[in-house]
Structures are given as structure tokens and as C-alpha cells.
């Protein structure tokens, strides 16, 4: 049972940072790639990055350059560091997971068949 369990989320001022993890277990980790997606109220869940099992990355426009997706293969961590923070980027965030391995980055929550519960990150102006 693979199971993703999100931390490090938080309150903080626009131009700040904040690092996201995501502790997954239940296989070998390395063996998969991982995504980050987002969902604010209202609003569908969105893509934020993506990460393959050799660590080719993958970004959704509106963090490019500000977010950066990394993964620890021996912690079974994943990561999303968020710096420059915008009131937009206020969204529960959730890391995800793709049953098989995949040839190719999914960008779209259908693409990913495992999450986790989600950590609320709320960007004051």
C-alpha cells in the first residue's frame, strides 16, 4: 500500500519561502516518478512540477523559477522548495504518484493514481 504523507506547509509573507516534503512508503520509491500539484479554493486541482525517477523536471509555468521539485531516494522524501511566494500560490499542495512507471511526465491529476493528504500554504499580501 503506497502511502504519501505531506508536511512543511504554513503562513507566510509574499516574497518569502517555505520547503514541502513528502515521505512516501509502501515501495521503491526510486523506481517512480512523483508530482506536486495544488488546489485553491474554488478552483480545480492543478500541476505544479513533476519529477522522474532520473530527476528530469518538469514545471508548471506560473512557478518556474521559483519552485524547484528534488527527490532523496535514500529518505523516500520528495520536495518542493518554494521561494519568491506570491499570494496565488495560496492552495492546499499535494504530492502524488503514478501507479507504474511512465515513459513520459504527467502533467494532469488523472495521470497520478496515489496522494497524499495534503498541507495548506497560505501566502499573506
Known amino acids: 500500500q503506497v502511502q504519501l504523507v505531506e508536511s512543511g506547509g504554513g503562513l507566510v509573507q509574499a516574497g518569502g519561502s517555505l520547503r514541502l516534503s513528502c515521505a512516501a512508503s509502501?515501495?521503491?520509491?526510486?523506481?517512480?516518478?512523483m508530482g506536486w500539484f495544488r488546489q485553491a479554493p474554488g478552483k480545480e486541482r492543478e500541476f505544479v512540477a513533476a519529477?522522474?525517477?532520473?530527476?528530469?523536471?518538469s514545471y508548471a509555468y506560473s512557478v518556474k523559477d521559483r519552485f524547484t521539485i528534488s527527490r532523496d531516494n535514500a529518505k523516500n522524501t520528495l520536495y518542493l522548495q518554494m521561494n519568491s511566494l506570491k499570494p496565488e500560490d495560496t492552495a492546499v499542495y499535494y504530492c502524488?504518484?503514478?501507479?507504474?512507471?511512465?515513459?513520459?511526465?504527467?502533467?494532469?491529476?488523472?495521470?497520478?493514481?496515489?496522494w497524499g493528504q495534503g498541507t495548506q500554504v497560505t501566502v499573506s499580501s
Open positions: 519529477i522522474s525517477q532520473s530527476s528530469y523536471t
Open positions: 509502501g515501495r521503491t520509491f526510486s523506481s517512480y516518478a
Open positions: 502524488a504518484a503514478p501507479r507504474g512507471t511512465i515513459p513520459v511526465l504527467r502533467t494532469t491529476p488523472s495521470g497520478y493514481d496515489y
